[in-house]
């Protein structure tokens, strides 16, 4: 694989947030912040409309025209905290979702299936490579490369990857999530999502291309990359020794019967 | 919490959500909490849950999928006349303005693209929805 160094964002190790903690943390602060916000304004209205009075001096003008400054800004504030929130409340439903169907299901296939979907349906993700290392960790395997068009796929085009983004060997080199900077040299992929199992790097998710209409970086979804690093290659990992195991057992049963025909 | 939409019969909307992603069914199950979803995986799929919800309010509609696509369901419904009435609203990763033109040629109330925020797919329901009842 290529040892070129590539510029990139370099987003750390393990997710410090596995299990958007910080993410409910915000969400509740928002939260309470909007309740206490609301509160306030139903305090204001169950004491019924103000009495109009015509003011008596320019003092009376001044504290009446602060109290409605000081209203806007409550008001918008609690606007602004009720979107947060609400983006909040969406970041967490998505990574709900995703773990969620991740750990669904024991089927080595569908395991591969929800990650492809994780990356389609939550992130953008056009054109897309997942990558395993075999059981000596020597060579990659190219297990799905979804959204090229046929002869296009360059160094993922083969049942094998060899090497040859930049971006993407380092990070299945080190277990590093890593997003492109402008100008990369050596490097077609605009992230390289590493799927850990404790600390051993199996493989990774690299992301070559957004859909066209996705207009926001890739970095505002790090919670859902940093879930992707944390759980898919677990999950792929428990289905295929579920699988395996299954197979083991239907071959012993075989023999069994085999056995106990003679 | 939110109340539970209701038809002019007081009855909970009824939508049929056609879409081959496990992922995008069980986001619609957190996302339209108010509405009774009706899950289908394809369009032949909905072809045939289309004759036992024939009251459906409305069809949220992926493009690509196996066997029957979005669009070859769309075409089918549009022709049919008991099922030409129900609107419908794709959902897809296709997002370019031949692909919205396309589908809202083919009889589509409404484009929304993937991924989508929750406030997306809501906006969009009810929108098509109170078009439909005005």
Redesign the interface.
């Known amino acids: 694989m290529s040892e070129s160094q590539a510029p990139a964002v370099v987003l750390g190790g393990p997710s410090d947030d596995p299990g958007g903690i910080d993410t409910i943390r915000q969400l509740r602060q928002s939260l309470e912040r909007a309740a206490e916000l609301s509160k306030a304004l139903e305090e204001d209205l169950e004491k019924g409309p103000p009495v109009i009075e015509e003011p008596k001096s320019s003092d009376e003008l001044d504290v009446l025209k602060r109290r409605l400054d000081e209203s806007e800004k409550d008001r918008a504030e609690l606007v602004t905290q009720m979107i947060e929130a609400?983006h909040q409340?969406?970041r967490l439903?998505?990574l709900?979702?995703?773990t969620?169907?991740l750990h669904?299901n024991l089927d080595p296939g569908e395991v591969q299936?929800?990650i492809a979907?994780?990356a389609?349906?939550?992130?953008?993700a056009?054109r897309f490579v997942l990558i395993l290392k075999d059981d000596d960790g020597t060579r990659c395997e190219v297990a799905l490369a979804s959204g090229f068009d046929e002869g296009d796929a360059g160094p993922y085009s083969g049942s094998h990857y060899e090497g040859g983004d930049a971006l993407v060997d380092q990070t299945l080199a080190d277990g590093v999530l890593r997003l492109a900077a402008n100008g990369e040299q050596d490097a077609e992929a605009l992230a390289a999502v590493p799927l850990r199992v404790e600390e051993t790097t199996v493989g990774a998710l690299a992301i070559l291309s957004l859909?066209?209409?996705?207009v926001t970086p890739l970095s505002d979804d790090r919670d859902i990359l940093d879930l992707i690093a944390a759980h898919a290659a677990s999950a792929l990992f428990a289905a295929r020794v579920c699988s395996d195991a299954d197979s083991k057992v239907r071959t012993l049963e075989s023999l069994v019967k085999l056995t106990r025909g003679h | 919490m939110e109340g539970a939409a209701l038809d002019a019969q007081g009855s909970q909307n009824k939508v049929l959500i056609v879409e081959d992603?496990?992922?995008?069914h069980?986001?619609y199950d957190?996302?339209l909490t108010q509405y009774t979803l009706v899950h289908c995986t394809d369009g032949l799929d909905a072809m045939q849950k289309l004759g036992d919800h024939p009251d459906a309010d409305l069809i949220l509609l992926d493009l690509n999928m196996p066997r029957m696509s979005g669009l070859e369901f769309l075409k089918t419904i549009k022709k049919d006349p008991v099922f030409s009435q129900i609107p419908v609203v794709i959902v897809s990763?296709e997002?370019?303005e031949e692909d919205t033109n396309r589908g809202l040629e083919a009889g589509a109330a409404g484009y929304v693209?993937?991924?989508f925020?929750?406030?997306d797919i809501l906006e969009a329901v009810q929108n098509t929805m109170g078009a439909q009842a005005g």
Do not use: C, F
């Open positions: 609400e409340a969406g439903m998505n709900y979702v995703a969620y169907q669904a299936n929800t979907e994780i389609r349906d939550l992130l953008g056009e859909v066209s209409h996705r | 992603s496990k992922l995008v069980r986001m957190l996302m990763t997002g370019k693209t993937k991924p925020q929750r406030e």
